[in-house]
């Protein structure tokens, strides 16, 4: 157990790797924050009712095939007020919207560093965080992962739009209005 100052947040970390929960909960401590560390969703609830947190990190898939989506909302339940940011190595538009949807401020794919964390927590829900360091890699945005996802798509059907809109269970039309805008930088 991490010994908090008054002056330190609290914040609930959710990794089921030893060696990245270790890592990050020393880098986000030297931060500033009170790291209390879990491994399954249980464990966090338990920490959470324990030190009511302001702030969660968490990794979409834990052990056993646990979601951390679904620490969102009994989160929310112990804190109301929590920030909550959500990592995964298996980004993909539909479980970021969900998780923005549930109340997580922010969705980042992993690999991801604590300063970018730190810049997530520092913006209101559908926000973009603040900048970051120069030639440091950018998190990617909802609307980013979702053209990422429409190329990728689009690439495995050789371009051929109906085929993809029907892969993507939308619209033919609608997929080509969102292919005609503008390419997204984010």
């Known amino acids: 157990m991490p010994h908090q100052k008054a002056s330190e947040p609290s914040l609930l970390l959710v990794d089921d790797d030893d060696v990245f929960g ?3 909960a020393r880098a986000l401590g030297r931060r500033g924050y009170a790291v209390h560390w879990a ?3 249980t464990q966090a609830l338990q920490l959470a009712r324990q030190h009511r947190p302001s702030h969660a990190v968490f990794d979409l898939r834990l052990l056993e095939g646990e979601s951390g989506l679904n620490l969102i909302g009994p989160l929310r339940d112990i ?3 929590i920030r909550i940011v959500v990592l995964t190595g298996y980004a993909s538009i539909a479980t970021a919207i969900d998780a923005i949807k549930l109340g997580a401020a ?3 794919p992993k690999p991801v560093d604590a ?3 730190v810049r997530a927590f ?3 829900p559908g926000e973009a965080p603040a900048p970051q360091a120069p030639g440091e890699p950018e998190p990617l945005s909802v609307r ?3 053209w990422e996802h429409i190329q990728r798509v689009l690439t495995e059907h050789g371009g051929n739009i109906s085929a993809a809109a029907r892969s993507l269970n939308m619209h033919r039309r609608t997929l080509q209005r969102k292919l005609g805008k503008r390419a997204i930088n984010r």
């Open 22 to 24: 270790s890592v990050m």
């Open 39 to 41: 491994q399954t969703g």
């Open 79 to 81: 804190e109301p007020g």
């Open 106 to 108: 922010y969705y980042l």
């Open 115 to 117: 300063d970018a964390i």
């Open 122 to 124: 520092g913006h209101a």
């Open 144 to 146: 980013r992962l979702e």
